[in-house]
Each structure stands twice: as structure tokens, then as C-alpha cells.
């Protein structure tokens, strides 16, 4: 049972073994970590919900040795990143840039948050503004009103 | 007050709702738009297919030109070719790409099915592909006399797309 378990655990880790160790080798631990970095944050053109490291796609495949053989030119991440953008454009990054086209994107979410705690104040300040009214005087003479007629029938 | 206050999420979800119908809707998932566009085909030196003499971007200039990618191993190049077949009988220059193909194999084609290509550059590797941005076959390229890429297609040509394109690649110098 615990093995098999240990087995599922890292069954996950099994599909980047195809870019890990057997195709590529690098000549430190950091270069390994920065292939599979990068590989993850590329996008495969082809197959558009998967990342450079778990697409087997034909032109995954040959971006990934792009990637690697830039990697081993000692390109800095950047600009293997731009490469890729040049020839196949911001599809290509998981991590699209921050530029005015892009704005929405990432201050969407901030804005929709602050939309929604100025509708979160507006709603508190009224509920604070609202007296905890109790009972009108007229109410609460037909309470008592009431009492005593049930009073009087449970006699 | 209180009441209107109450709409406030309908509100949201519809403005919501409206941006991502007009979003999602405007996204074709099957092409995506070329970074190349207005700028200069990529360098290249490649033998061709026919007869192995090599060409390089140089031989590309001089009058408007189509690049097909295409491939043997490409059901959707089959479909085009009879198209494409037909547009060089109009008169259009078309040169293939044999993208990540075999040599053999597509000379047992365009044996086959007929050469509308003026040239086809051997690109076995996929390296002038990835200079493209091919990210499948078959691709189309508009290429003007200067070498520039002015417009991309990708998947098969058809008259309708041809009719789309047309006035682009007559309008190229």
C-alpha cells in the first residue's frame, strides 16, 4: 500500500523525465534547473494548453532543443525568451509581459478587487447608517394589546 | 436605494459576461497572428528538392511570391495541392518549403500530384521553419519582391481564403 502510494506521489515528476535526463545534459544542477524553468514557462504553439516540458508535439520538440542549444550559446533566459517571441509571438509565454496592451490583464484583477471592496464599504456604511429601530410606539401598543387578548382566550 | 443596490451583481456578471463573449469569440484558436509580418524573410541557405542545387534568401526577391510549408506527411498539404496546382496555372509564383520531409518522398509526390512550385527548399530539420514561426503545415506566406513577409495563413488554401487573399497579394510590389 505505501509503496503504491509512493509510486503515485511521484508518478507526476516521471512526465518531465522525457526533458531531464536522457536527451539533454548540462554541466550543473543550475543549468538542469533553468532548462526545465524555462521549458514549463514557454508555451508549444501547436498544442495550446501545454507547456514546452509536457508537450510531445513535433515543433515542442524542436523548440526545446532551440532552447537548449541557445542555453548552451550561454544566452541569458531573456533573451531566449525573445527568440521565441520574435518568431512566434507573446503566444509563446505562459508570463505575458507588462505592457499597455496587456494592462487589462494584469490590473484586472486588482481592479475588480477594489470594485468589490467599494461595494463591500458602501453596503457596511449603510447598514451602519440604518438606527436599530425598535418598535414604534404604535407597535407596541397593539403588542400589549395582543398579550392580553391572548392572556384573556387562555383564561 | 437598497433595492437598486440589490442589482449590482447582475450588473457585474452581464458586463462580465459581455466582455468575455466578445473575448472568447474574437479568438481563433486555429491561427495565430505572426510577429514576422512587415518584417524580412529569414536567412536562409537550403538545397532544393529537385535537383540539390542551393538557394539562399536572395533568390527569393524579385516579384511577389508565395511560401508554401508543406509536407508529405501532411493529409491537410494533400488537400491544398490541387488548389495550389491551379493557382500556378494562374500565373501565381509559388515556392515551397518541405518542412521536416524527406527528399525522396517529396519528389515521389510532385511526381504524383503535380509541381506547382517554381523551387521547393528542403528544410529536413524544421531550422528555417522555426525561423518562420511554422507551427504546423501547411502555412502560407505573402512575400513581396523586397523579400518582406506582408501576410501569413496558416492551414490549407481554399477560393475562399484565396478570395480573402488575393487582393493583398496582388496589391504586394
Redesign the interface.
Given at each position: 500500500m505505501r509503496s503504491l502510494f509512493l509510486t503515485l506521489l511521484f508518478l507526476p515528476a516521471l512526465s518531465l523525465a522525457v526533458i531531464d535526463g536522457h536527451k539533454y545534459s548540462f554541466s550543473s544542477e543550475e543549468d538542469a534547473a533553468r532548462f526545465e524553468q524555462l521549458a514549463e514557462d514557454l508555451r508549444c504553439?501547436?498544442c495550446?494548453n501545454q507547456n514546452l516540458a509536457d508537450s510531445n508535439a513535433?515543433?515542442a520538440v524542436?523548440?526545446r532543443d532551440?532552447v537548449y542549444e541557445l542555453m548552451q550559446e550561454g544566452q541569458s533566459d531573456d533573451e531566449i525568451v525573445g527568440y521565441l517571441?520574435?518568431?512566434?509571438?507573446?503566444?509563446v509565454r505562459y508570463r505575458p509581459p507588462f505592457r499597455i496592451d496587456t494592462l487589462l490583464l494584469w490590473g484586472g484583477p486588482v481592479i475588480l478587487l477594489v470594485?468589490g471592496l467599494l461595494?463591500l464599504a458602501?453596503?457596511r456604511r449603510?447598514q451602519a447608517s440604518q438606527p436599530q429601530e425598535g418598535l414604534s410606539e404604535a407597535d407596541k401598543a397593539r403588542l400589549a394589546e395582543l398579550k392580553a387578548q391572548m392572556k384573556k382566550d387562555q383564561n | 436605494m437598497n433595492r437598486i443596490l440589490l442589482f449590482v451583481p447582475l450588473v457585474i456578471f452581464l458586463l462580465m459576461g459581455l466582455v468575455f463573449w466578445i473575448g472568447l469569440g474574437k479568438e481563433d484558436k486555429t491561427s495565430l497572428p505572426s510577429p514576422l509580418i512587415g518584417k524580412a524573410f529569414p536567412e536562409f541557405q537550403l538545397g532544393v528538392v529537385e535537383d540539390g542545387r542551393t538557394l539562399t534568401t536572395e533568390d527569393l526577391k524579385g516579384a511577389p511570391v508565395l511560401v508554401n510549408v508543406w509536407a508529405t506527411w501532411c493529409p491537410t498539404c494533400k488537400a491544398e495541392h490541387a488548389f495550389l496546382n491551379e493557382l500556378a496555372a494562374g500565373g501565381i509564383r509559388i515556392i515551397g518549403i518541405n518542412y521536416k520531409d524527406d527528399v525522396a518522398k517529396a519528389q515521389d509526390w510532385l511526381a504524383a500530384f503535380g509541381n506547382p512550385y517554381v523551387y521547393n527548399l528542403s528544410d529536413p530539420d524544421g531550422k528555417l521553419g522555426l525561423e518562420l514561426g511554422v507551427y504546423g503545415a501547411p502555412e502560407t506566406f505573402l512575400v513581396d519582391s523586397q523579400g518582406i513577409i506582408r501576410d501569413k495563413h496558416i492551414g490549407d488554401l481554399n477560393p475562399q481564403v484565396w478570395a480573402r487573399l488575393k487582393p493583398r497579394f496582388e496589391g504586394m510590389k
Open positions: 504553439p501547436k495550446q513535433p515543433v524542436d523548440l532551440k517571441v520574435d518568431r512566434y509571438g507573446d503566444f470594485i461595494i458602501a453596503i449603510q | -
